[in-house]
């Protein structure tokens, strides 16, 4: 039986995803070929890389605004020292604001560039809340936030007006809600937490931020280098750039970001009605900065902890215990996540209630 699938990430995909992935495992297009097994630069897969790269500029609303979209590989992770090398100039600074463990671990790569300053920080209360009120400095060469903290379940609802570029790790919320994309200089995403399989990056930046820092780039790591290639430089992960292509045209023809951020508000104001009406339950993150992706609950009273676990098991949902710095539970409600199966944790939360 297909579960309910909660799991933070690497996560839920559609399932026609799924289909037509092993099918273009098998032979692809027609091809007598396995897409595993043919040159990324024959015409069939070069089609679906350019048509990848434009379908995000589509769906982000930014066709046309000097824009460019690049799958990568090395994570998000390898974005949180692709953007220093990038973006900071020799001798000069940025300023991140410091929201959960995958904000800081960004802070670290960059601080191996130059000055790096925390302008907010919600560490000290277990970043259970988004700081607010910090102000940006209009000399540092970019500015670099979290729009989702994937693992303590806040999310940003609004962006600062800065002058300088705004650089925003989107990896588990891109395509998730409707926002001004073109506030942003800079996004990147790892695709494995709303988007495609692991094993590549989204980038989308504006091309005229780059070429500044007067620094030498090593060319993998060179973001022009990758444009002038059209995310060709090297070998691409073909597989999971498919595989998101696939993912993005499912969500085109679903009515694009507008017509899942319905659905995504839907399945959050589900659960959280329920985490905020049951008394067995409470919420881990700030009411105003709850994250619309990844819900993050506890139970009042951890004694309970092995009938809710028995039950939601039994329920046939997967992945939903909290990561280890949070504890409790974590529902990763992304894209592909149907309403339904927030119906059945809300109905196994309800008949906890009747079980103690
Ligand atoms: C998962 C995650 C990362 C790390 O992604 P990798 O692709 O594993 O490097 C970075 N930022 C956020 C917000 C994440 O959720």
């Not at 926002?179 to 399989?197: C, E, R, T, V, W």
């Not at 060709?232 to 696939?246: D, G, I, K, Q, R």
């Not at 970001?257 to 881990?284: H, T, V």
């Not at 092995?306 to 974590?330: E, N, Q």
């Amino acid at each position: 039986m297909k579960k309910h699938n909660y799991s933070a990430g690497p996560c839920i995909l559609p399932q026609e995803v799924f289909e037509k992935s092993a099918q273009a495992i098998l032979n692809f297009n027609d091809s007598g070929l396995s897409l595993l097994e043919m040159s990324h630069r024959s015409k069939d897969f070069v089609a679906v890389m350019d048509e990848a790269r434009s379908l995000v500029l589509e769906l982000l609303g930014l066709e046309g605004k000097g824009y460019q979209a690049l799958f990568l590989a090395g994570g998000a992770s390898l974005e949180f020292l692709m953007v220093p090398y990038n973006l900071m100039k020799e001798n000069g600074k940025a300023a991140y604001l410091d929201t959960g463990t995958w904000a800081a671990a960004a802070i670290k790569e960059a601080q191996l560039f130059g000055e790096t300053s925390i302008i907010g920080s919600s560490k000290e209360q277990n970043y259970n809340h988004i700081p607010k009120g910090y102000s940006i400095p209009e000399d540092a060469d970019y500015f670099h936030c979290t729009s989702n903290n994937t693992i303590f379940g806040t999310q940003m609802k609004e962006f600062p007006e800065t002058s300088i570029p705004l650089v925003c790790d989107m990896s588990s919320d891109i395509f998730s809600r409707v926002l001004d994309f073109s506030k942003f200089d800079l996004i990147y995403a790892g695709a494995q937490k709303n988007m495609g399989p692991a094993g590549t990056t989204l980038i989308v930046v504006k091309e005229e931020i780059l070429g500044k820092t007067g620094r030498t780039i090593p060319s993998m790591l060179d973001y022009t280098k990758h444009i002038k290639a059209e995310s060709m430089y090297n070998t691409p992960p073909v597989f999971p750039v498919y595989a998101s292509l696939l993912t993005l045209q499912w969500l085109k023809n679903l009515g694009g970001i507008a017509a899942i951020e319905k659905i995504n508000n839907a399945k959050a104001a589900l659960l959280y009605a329920e985490i905020d009406r049951n008394p067995l339950f409470k919420g881990a993150a700030a009411v105003e900065d709850r994250s619309n992706m990844n819900a993050t609950f506890l139970l009042n009273d951890e004694a309970h902890a092995a009938t809710f676990d028995a039950l939601w098991k039994a329920a046939g949902i997967s992945g939903l215990p909290g990561h280890r710095s949070v504890g409790g539970y974590r529902a990763s409600m992304y894209n592909a996540l149907p309403l339904e199966s927030v119906q059945v944790l809300v109905d196994v939360m309800k008949e906890l209630e009747t079980k103690v």
